[in-house]
């Protein structure tokens, strides 16, 4: 073999073993090792200030996602009239119900202009009852973090930090979704 060749060789098998040793050096826990449709999730590095905007909550009291701080949250767009959300609600119901012993929260924003009664009715008839209901008529906290489709669901930490976001349905209720949370769950 031609010292050239032997060059190529090296390099070739190389960039075939690094994925390798790249995957088998992550741990479980890390959340930048998601496979599947989590590999859609998005990591804002660094994380984002939640917007100010305020939205409301199934009483038609204003809020901000600064109520939220002190738990990590998964902030849910969705509307009655979305299939995807539709098939995506349960998943939420379901983390919402696995992680309810700890600080956490999924908060359901409707975009529906029906208000609360069309969304709580929705909810009620899925036996979704662990998601808090909250309501983006004119779609403003949306706009102001940049939904272009939904559902669109994001992460947001204890300190009121927005640290990623998926577009499209996803089962929030995975072992990898689960894990995602927790790692944030499990920060100070």
């Not at 990590?72 to 983390?95: H, I, Q």
């Not at 939904?150 to 300190?159: C, H, Y």
Request: hydrophobic letters at 50%.
């Amino acid at each position: 073999m031609t010292k050239h060749r032997q060059i190529l060789f090296v390099m070739l098998c190389a960039a075939l073993a690094f994925p390798v040793a790249w995957r088998a050096a992550l741990s479980a826990d890390d959340p930048s090792r998601l496979q599947g449709w989590m590999a859609q999730f998005i990591h804002y590095t660094p994380a984002r200030p939640a917007p100010d905007t305020p939205f409301l909550d199934e009483s038609g009291k204003f809020v901000t996602l600064q109520a939220l701080k002190g738990k990590v949250a998964l902030v849910n767009f969705w509307a009655t009239w979305c299939a995807p959300c539709l098939r995506e609600m349960p998943s939420l119901d379901l983390v919402a119900t696995i992680l309810a012993q700890e600080d956490f929260l999924v908060a359901a924003v409707s975009i529906d202009r029906g208000g609360a009664k069309t969304a709580r009715a929705f909810l009620e008839k899925i036996g979704a009852r662990r998601v808090r209901l909250f309501l983006d008529p004119k779609m403003e906290l949306a706009g102001s973090l940049g939904v272009r489709g939904m559902p669109t669901t994001f992460l947001v930490d204890r300190e009121g930090h927005v640290v990623g976001a998926l577009t499209g349905p996803a089962e929030w209720d995975s072992p990898e979704a689960v894990a995602l949370i927790r790692s944030y769950l499990n920060k100070p």
